[in-house]
Structures are given as structure tokens and as C-alpha cells.
T-cell receptor
Framework: GAVVSQHPSRVICKSGTSVKIECRSL??????MFWYRQFPKQSLMLMAT?????????EQGVEKDKFLINHASLTLSTLTVTSAHPEDSSFYIC???????????FGPGTRLTVL | GDSVTQMEGPVTLSEEAFLTINCTYT??????LFWYVQYPGEGLQLLLK?????DKGSNKGFEATYRKETTSFHLEKGSVQVSDSAVYFC???????????FGKGTRLSVIA
């Protein structure tokens, strides 16, 4: 149980285009999902907290208009990287919390490469 | 604020050696404590957890005990294998929908 999926697992896009990453909780309902960014050989940096049916809460320094987060249902949150640039290339990981349990369950990550 | 400090790596061990990765946390509130593992090219997997003082989390031969008196949650394994090579993250979480706070990660390499 407690499986989180992400799609796509890898994406390569051209500079200036937008990319959408989906995060799904497959066998539980997640009222809260989190989006992280991880640079090579570094820890996870929390980007935003996404609550179902409300606006995401962004961490300091994260541009809301660049990283659009939508949490439309209890099992799906999306992160859209708008007008992507090479510096947005990174490993993006989502996690979901089942309110009935302690801890967070992580998706396998999405590697974004912007050319 | 809440934080987690874990020993810096990389840690290189021979197969069957004893492993300890230190982790300490700030003593605010009554956090739950976790160890996550990240294998190369993959996301994070929950390795073990402990929700209150003196609890011991264990999984796949790894153990960690929630020590309130020393605010620590050190990860141990008696005999590591090459397949244990990964990055290990210590994390804490308060109650509710607050996000996990991670340590910086410790890279473990086990050589045959």
C-alpha cells in the first residue's frame, strides 16, 4: 500500500516551453502533497505544499508563477514548469501524506532536462 | 526552527562491516523520526520510522532508536552489503500536514 506514482519519469524539453508533471497517490487519499526539487548529490529542497482544493503554499524563493501547482483531487497533484530554462533542469520529487498514517510516501521522481 | 543534522559523507565500507550514520534533531515539540533511502536514479523510500521516545524502528537489518535524552536517531546495520549503497536521509515531522524536514543526506558506498 501507500504507492505514489509520477509521470513522466523523464522529460526533455526546449527552452521556453512548459512541462507538466503529475503526481498520483494510487491506493490512498492524500489531502496534502509536497513538491521537492533535488540537485545532483544534494538533499531535497521543499518547493511547495499542495492542499486539495486550495492554493499551494510556496517556500521562500520559489516563484509561484513559474512553478504552477494544482491539487484538483484527493489523488492527483500537478506541477507545471512554465517557460522552462536550462537552470530548471533538476530532479523533481513529489510526496503524499495519508492523513491516517504518519510519514510521507514519495514518488519515484521526474528528471527534467531543459535544452 | 526545526532541523535535522546528519553526518556528512561519503561513507565507504567493506562488505559485512558495521554501519552507523549519526542523526540528531532539534528538540522542538514531539516529532516523529524517519530514515529514507535513495538508490541511484530513484526517488526516496521509507526505510524505517519511530514515533515516540525509546521506539526502535527496524527494516532490512537496519535499526534506529528514538533517543529523546540525546535528541538522536542514529541508523545502524550490523553487516552491510553492496546492495546497501545509496544515499540515506534522516528526517523529522511534526504532527498534522507539516512537511518533512530532511538532513542533507549521507552517501554510503559498500565495496566487495
Amino acid at each position: 500500500g501507500a504507492v505514489v506514482s509520477q509521470h513522466p519519469s523523464r522529460v526533455i524539453c526546449k527552452s521556453g516551453t512548459s512541462v507538466k508533471i503529475e503526481c498520483r497517490s494510487l491506493d490512498f487519499q492524500a489531502t496534502t502533497m509536497f513538491w521537492y526539487r533535488q540537485f545532483p548529490k544534494q538533499s531535497l529542497m521543499l518547493m511547495a505544499t499542495s492542499n486539495e482544493g486550495s492554493k499551494a503554499t510556496y517556500e521562500q524563493g520559489v516563484e509561484k508563477d513559474k512553478f504552477l501547482i494544482n491539487h484538483a483531487s484527493l489523488t492527483l497533484s500537478t506541477l507545471t514548469v512554465t517557460s522552462a530554462h536550462p537552470e530548471d533542469s533538476s530532479f523533481y520529487i513529489c510526496s503524499a501524506r495519508d492523513v491516517a498514517q504518519i510519514g510521507q510516501y514519495f514518488g519515484p521522481g521526474t528528471r527534467l532536462t531543459v535544452l | 526552527g526545526d532541523s535535522v543534522t546528519q553526518m556528512e559523507g561519503p561513507v565507504t565500507l567493506s562488505e559485512e562491516a558495521f554501519l552507523t550514520i549519526n542523526c540528531t534533531y532539534t528538540a522542538t515539540g514531539y516529532p516523529s523520526l524517519f530514515w529514507y533511502v535513495q538508490y541511484p536514479g530513484e526517488g526516496l523510500q521509507l526505510l524505517l520510522k519511530a514515533t515516540k521516545a525509546d521506539d526502535k524502528g527496524s527494516n532490512k537489518g537496519f535499526e534506529a532508536t528514538y533517543r529523546k535524552e540525546t535528541t538522536s536517531f542514529h541508523l545502524e546495520k550490523g553487516s552491510v552489503q553492496v546492495s546497501d549503497s545509496a544515499v540515506y536521509f534522516c528526517a523529522r515531522s511534526n504532527s498534522g500536514n507539516t512537511p518533512l524536514v530532511f538532513g542533507k543526506g549521507t552517501r554510503l558506498s559498500v565495496i566487495a
